[in-house]
């Protein structure tokens, strides 16, 4: 019963948002402006004070590393399966990679990693690998796909960090970890307020993303993307996490952590980002809607064998 508890808030605020957009109260562009707010001031303030208050030694280095390879495998193959499967461009690329293999660390990994696991050590340095590796690979592709002739501009690419807010907090939230710097009280609880508002704004955004007009059906194809993604991102990552957990001879308690978390539902971020750069936003958001549903299933089987 408690890890259902874990999931009922994420639905709720999705249905909100869903119910709101469709009565009207919030207007017609709710979605994008939520959407905006938590990509631009929201998230960045999440994830610098996290990154700013989490040390950076004492890694778990091998149980990292089976988990890495497990996100590279999984994200690579969306990334090159989404254009050879069904003919995204490569614009859309990016964000149906992350959409197989970007987990969601945050408002659902903790809940059920204290669940499941006894602890957050290891989800913390998932949240350092997805924050400092992935995502910034994934805003790179994004911003140069936005790139009308789509070039390669390594000016473009190395003035990223200060003209993107989630890549910019993240590297100061490093910064600040590495030199043991703490703010101000007055603005840490500020941004403490701004950052308690990203998860629930970009839950509502999502909901508010999911209303279409009466009559509106998901084409066949939909269903077909989303059925892999799903199998993608519950079931081809834990395996795969599991297999190069144990040719690294991990314990049984370190093999769980590293199996639990490769089992996250797809983060909210993929339909963040799909919806900053204009891309794949149909396909994130029902990837996270669908994946955070049938992971309540997939979590509690890997939790009864290997735990």
């Known amino acids: 019963m408690s890890l259902v508890s874990a999931f009922v808030p994420i639905w709720i605020l999705t249905a909100v948002g869903y ?37 950076l030694s004492g890694f778990a280095g091998r149980s990292l590393l089976a988990f890495g390879m497990s996100t590279a495998a999984v994200v690579g193959f969306g990334w090159v399966g989404a254009s050879r499967l069904f003919g995204r461009t490569p614009g859309e690329r990016p964000i149906w990679g992350m959409a197989a293999g970007y987990v969601n660390s945050a408002n659902l990994g903790i809940p059920i990693a204290t669940q499941v696991l006894g602890n957050v050590s290891f989800l913390a340095e998932v949240v350092l690998l997805q924050v400092l590796v992935v995502t910034p690979v994934v805003l790179i592709a994004l911003d140069r796909h936005s790139d009308p002739a789509g070039r390669v501009r390594v000016r473009r690419i190395a003035s ?45 955004a999502l909901g508010a993303s999911l209303h279409r007009p009466a009559g509106a059906r998901a084409e066949p194809a939909d269903l077909a993307e989303l059925a892999v993604l799903a199998t993608l991102k519950l079931v081809a ?71």
Do not use: W
Request: proline share 6%; hydrophobic share 55%.
């Open 19 to 55: 119910g709101a957009c469709r009565r009207g109260l919030l207007g017609e562009a709710a979605a994008t402006v939520l959407g905006r707010f938590v990509f631009h001031l929201a998230m960045p303030s999440a994830l610098f004070l996290a990154l700013s208050r989490m040390p």
């Open 160 to 204: 990223l960090p200060v003209r993107n807010p989630v890549i910019l907090a993240s590297l100061l939230g490093v910064a600040c970890s590495a030199a043991d710097l703490r703010l101000p009280s007055t603005a840490d609880a500020s941004l403490t307020l701004l950052a308690g508002a990203a998860v629930p704004a970009a839950l509502v």
């Open 237 to 307: 990552q834990p395996v795969i996490a599991y297999v190069a957990g144990l040719a690294l001879h991990l314990s049984a308690p370190q093999l769980l952590a590293v199996v639990v978390c490769a089992g996250l539902p797809t983060a909210q971020n993929t339909f963040i980002f799909g919806q900053e750069y204009g891309v794949g936003e149909t396909i994130a958001n029902r990837a996270v809607v669908v994946t955070t549903t049938l992971s309540l299933g997939t979590l509690a089987a890997t939790a009864a064998l290997l735990g």
